[in-house]
C-alpha cells in the first residue's frame, strides 16, 4: 500500500483517544499532503499532543484508524519514516551531547551525522555538555538535531518553537523550509499560537476541545470567507445599553460564522459567494482571524478543504474501526 510517491503523509479516520476523564480527541478525520509543512493549532488542551504521541505511537487511539505515507501507524515501517519531538524533549539527563547524538546514529540506518552537528553547533551548545545541565531551548536543539539527522521524511514536532530565542527561531524556520525544498519533508507541527507558525506554514490544522475545526491550506481556506461589517438593526429594547442585532434576513441569506454587534455596526464572518448588499462592506479577512471565528463558534460547522478531506472509503475495511 506504501510508496515513495505515496500522497498523503498523514491520514486520518475518525480518530478518537478517550482517557479516564473523558475524550482528548474524537471523530477527527483529515489527510496531510506528502511535502507541506502544516501548523497544528489550538487552544490549551486541544488535542494536539494528544494527535502527535497517536502518530509517533506513544499513544493508542481508542477509536479509528491513522496512517502514514499509507501505511498503518502500528506498521514498524511507518515509524522508521517519522521523526517526532516531544513537547517534553525527553533525553537522557546523563548522556552528554556527543553520546545522544551517537545513540541517534547507533538506533537509525539513514542517519546524518553532518545534519545533527551542524544543528547543535549553530547553537554553540558543547558536544561534551551533558543534558541534564542543559537550558530547555538547548535541550530543544538536541531533540531537533535528533529528528533532522534520523532524515525522516514526516517530523512531528509539539511546540518546537515554545523555548527557543527569535535568533535560533529564525534558524528553525530556514532549515525546515530548505529540507522540505530539497527533500519534499513533511512537517506538522503544533502551537496555541497560529502568529508563531503562521510565516513558515502553508496548511493548517485546526483543533478545539478534540474535535477538529479546520483542515486545510491557508490559500484555500481563507478566500472562502468575507469579513462584512454594516449597519445593524435596533435592537427589541430601547434602552441605551441595547445592542442591535444583525439586518433582517442576513443570516438566512448568509452562512454566518460569527458575528458581532458594537453600538450601531454588525461585523460577521461568512463563508461562501452569496451575493452582498450593497450598503455593506466587506473584505477579506486573514487566517488569523478565520482561526478565532471557527474557534469561538463552535456550533459552526467545520471547514475541511476538499484536498484534506478523508472519507471512508480511502481507508481500507480491514484497518477501520479499534487500533490493533
Ligand atoms: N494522560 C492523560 N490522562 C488524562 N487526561 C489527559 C492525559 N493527557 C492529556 N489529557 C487531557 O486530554 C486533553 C487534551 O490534551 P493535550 O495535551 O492533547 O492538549 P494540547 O492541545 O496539546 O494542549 P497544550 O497546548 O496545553 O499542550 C486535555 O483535556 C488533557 O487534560
Given amino acids: 500500500m506504501s510508496g515513495d510517491s505515496y500522497p498523503y503523509a498523514v491520514e486520518a479516520l475518525d480518530l478518537g483517544k478517550k482517557y479516564r476523564r473523558g475524550w482528548a480527541l474524537q471523530e477527527c ?50 515509524l522508521q519514516r517519522a521523526a517526532f519531538v516531544d513537547q517534553e524533549r525527553p533525553l537522557y539527563k546523563g548522556f552528554t551531547v556527543a553520546e545522544t547524538l551517537r545513540l541517534g546514529r547507533e538506533l537509525n540506518p539513514h542517519w546524518d551525522q553532518a545534519t545533527a552537528e551542524r544543528i547543535v553547533e549553530a ?91 479546520m483542515a486545510g491550506y491557508a490559500d484555500q481556506l481563507v478566500p472562502a470567507h468575507r469579513l462584512i461589517t454594516g449597519l445593524a438593526d435596533p435592537g427589541p429594547g430601547t434602552g441605551p445599553n441595547d445592542n442591535g442585532v444583525l439586518p433582517s434576513g442576513f443570516a438566512e441569506r448568509h452562512t454566518v460564522i460569527e458575528s458581532r454587534i458594537t453600538g450601531r455596526q454588525f461585523t460577521a464572518l461568512i463563508h461562501g459567494g452569496s451575493e452582498l448588499d450593497d450598503s455593506y462592506e466587506s473584505v477579506e479577512p486573514t487566517l488569523e482571524e478565520v482561526l478565532l471565528a471557527y474557534l469561538r463558534s463552535t456550533e459552526a460547522p467545520a471547514l475541511i478543504t476538499p484536498g484534506a478531506a478523508v472519507s471512508a472509503t480511502a481507508v481500507p475495511a480491514s484497518q477501520k474501526g479499534r487500533a490493533a
Fill in 29 to 78: 478525520s483529515f489527510r496531510l499532503p506528502a511535502g507541506c509543512v502544516s501548523a497544528l493549532v489550538g487552544p490549551n488542551g486541544a488535542g494536539k499532543s494528544t494527535f502527535l504521541g497517536i502518530a509517533a505511537r506513544l499513544l493508542r487511539p481508542t477509536t479509528g484508524s491513522l496512517r502514514l505515507f499509507g501505511m498503518e501507524v502500528s506498521d514498524p515501517a511507518a
Fill in 123 to 213: 547553537g554553540k551548545v558543547p558536544f561534551g555538555a551533558r543534558i541534564g545541565t542543559l537550558s530547555s531551548g538547548q535541550r530543544t536543539r538536541v531533540a531537533l538535531a535528533l529528528a533532522f539527522g534520523k532524515r525522516a521524511e514526516l517530523l512531528l514536532l509539539d511546540e518546537p518553537m515554545a523555548d527557543l530565542d527569535p535568533l535560533a527561531r529564525h534558524e528553525l524556520s530556514s532549515l525546515l523550509l530548505s529540507e522540505v525544498a530539497e527533500r519534499g519533508l513533511t512537517v506538522l507541527m503544533s502551537s496555541h499560537l497560529l502568529s508563531e507558525l503562521e510565516e513558515m506554514c502553508d496548511h493548517l490544522v485546526v483543533l478545539s476541545g478534540g474535535r477538529l475545526r
